[in-house]
């Protein structure tokens, strides 16, 4: 699959969780089920909220879906924009389960305001880590080495959406620690945009720096290299979490049960995360998650294989 196609998929299921009114918002009751609504295999309904350009969830959603369908629940997908609402649906009950967190250091803000209200259903990947980055044929090996050499990367650190994490740690921390606030600004606005923007410099050879994080597709497709963080700006490796309502545990037992056993090492990680954001172009992210089981029937103690 070329670098385009993949953007423009990631761009239209983005664009599409766009137009939808917030889970936040809404309220209406008919997201959350909270263990009391009958689904399709009789077993309830139970809502998964993610963000669809942060590829990490969007491959853990669609796993979820087939593990919670072979334990006979409905499978709700709710495609949100930005973490602060998808926290706050969590917490009134409108979505169930976030498939893929970072509540320990890039979300600590939105589990500080919401986490009362949230339960911790396990971590399924213990090695993610914010990160600063450029194109490999870009000479400079540091985020020390961005101080007066503004001008090459037009002045700017091209960055996602203002609401993340990331974006956070990048302009309240990294940007202070190493005094680039008199150069650089940090230009927000969505995940879809800077991976265009990363790309279009890849392709002309020209110099650009942006916020990444891995496990993030980007690092398989493009030629990318991580700036040395000596003074541990961006903060120290995390692990993705899965987080659900309050009461899911109780609610949905054995659902609960199988999330916990989820874990996935480097390698199984990557494979599912390339096979889902390639399919998502024709809309094939089930059937990847059917070849993926096929080949890692082992990947986790829980996974259910029929």
Same mark, same amino acid.
């Not at 209406?28 to 998964?48: K, M, Q, R, S, V």
């Not at 969830?57 to 602060?84: F, H, N």
């Not at 250091?105 to 259903?121: P, Q």
């Given at each position: 699959?070329?670098?385009?196609?993949?953007?423009?998929?990631?761009?239209?299921?983005?664009?599409?969780?766009?137009? =939808?009114?917030?889970? *936040?918002?809404?309220?209406?009751? %008919?997201?959350?089920?909270?263990?009391?609504?009958? @689904?399709?295999?009789?077993?309830?309904?139970?809502? !998964?909220?993610?963000?669809?350009?942060?590829?990490?969830?969007?491959?853990?959603?669609?796993?979820?879906?087939?593990?919670?369908?072979?334990?006979?629940?409905?499978?709700?997908?709710?495609? +949100?924009?930005?973490? @602060?609402? !998808?926290? /706050?649906?969590? /917490?009134?009950?409108?979505?169930?389960?976030?498939?893929?967190?970072?509540?320990?250091?890039?979300?600590?803000?939105?589990?500080?305001?919401?986490? #009362?209200?949230?339960? #911790?259903? @396990? =971590?399924?990947?213990?090695?993610?880590?914010?990160?600063? /980055?450029?194109?490999?044929?870009?000479?400079?090996?540091?985020?020390?080495?961005?101080?007066?050499? *503004?001008?090459?990367?037009?002045?700017?650190?091209?960055?996602?959406?203002?609401?993340?994490?990331?974006?956070?740690?990048?302009?309240?921390?990294?940007?202070?620690?190493?005094?680039?606030? #008199?150069?650089?600004?940090?230009? %927000?606005?969505? %995940?879809?945009?800077?991976?265009?923007?990363?790309?279009?410099?890849?392709? *002309?050879?020209?110099?650009?720096?942006? %916020? !990444?994080?891995?496990?993030?597709?980007?690092?398989?497709?493009?030629?990318?290299?991580? +700036?040395?963080?000596?003074?541990? =700006?961006?903060?120290?490796?995390?692990? +993705?979490?899965?987080?659900?309502?309050?009461?899911?545990?109780?609610?949905?037992?054995?659902?609960?049960?199988?999330?916990?056993?989820?874990?996935?090492?480097?390698? *199984?990680?990557?494979?599912?995360?390339?096979?889902?954001?390639?399919?998502?172009?024709?809309?094939?992210?089930?059937?990847?998650? #059917?070849?993926?089981?096929?080949?890692?029937?082992?990947?986790?103690?829980? !996974?259910?294989?029929?």
């Amino acid at each position: 699959m070329t670098h385009q196609r993949i953007l423009t998929r990631i761009g239209a299921i983005a664009g599409a969780a766009a137009l =939808a009114v917030t889970l *936040a918002s809404c309220g209406d009751g %008919t997201g959350g089920t909270g263990g009391t609504e009958e @689904g399709a295999g009789g077993a309830g309904t139970i809502t !998964l909220g993610y963000i669809p350009s942060w590829t990490d969830g969007l491959a853990t959603a669609y796993l979820l879906e087939d593990q919670l369908t072979k334990l006979g629940y409905e499978v709700r997908m709710e495609e +949100l924009t930005e973490p @602060g609402p !998808l926290y /706050a649906g969590l /917490a009134n009950g409108d979505v169930d389960v976030y498939p893929s967190a970072w509540p320990e250091v890039t979300h600590a803000s939105y589990m500080a305001e919401f986490g #009362d209200a949230i339960e #911790d259903l @396990g =971590a399924y990947y213990d090695n993610a880590q914010l990160t600063i /980055a450029v194109p490999s044929y870009v000479d400079i090996d540091s985020i020390e080495d961005l101080a007066g050499n *503004a001008a090459r990367f037009d002045d700017r650190i091209v960055g996602i959406e203002p609401g993340a994490g990331l974006t956070a740690v990048t302009q309240d921390s990294m940007i202070p620690a190493y005094d680039l606030g #008199d150069e650089y600004q940090l230009v %927000t606005s969505s %995940t879809q945009a800077m991976l265009a923007e990363l790309q279009g410099a890849i392709d *002309a050879q020209e110099d650009i720096v942006v %916020t !990444l994080w891995r496990p993030f597709w980007p690092y398989g497709t493009f030629d990318l290299k991580d +700036l040395e963080d000596p003074k541990g =700006a961006m903060g120290e490796p995390e692990a +993705l979490h899965f987080l659900g309502r309050e009461g899911f545990a109780a609610d949905y037992a054995d659902a609960a049960e199988l999330i916990a056993g989820i874990a996935l090492d480097d390698a *199984a990680y990557g494979s599912l995360e390339s096979a889902v954001v390639e399919a998502s172009e024709s809309g094939g992210e089930a059937e990847a998650v #059917d070849a993926w089981i096929a080949e890692n029937a082992d990947a986790f103690p829980t !996974l259910l294989t029929d």
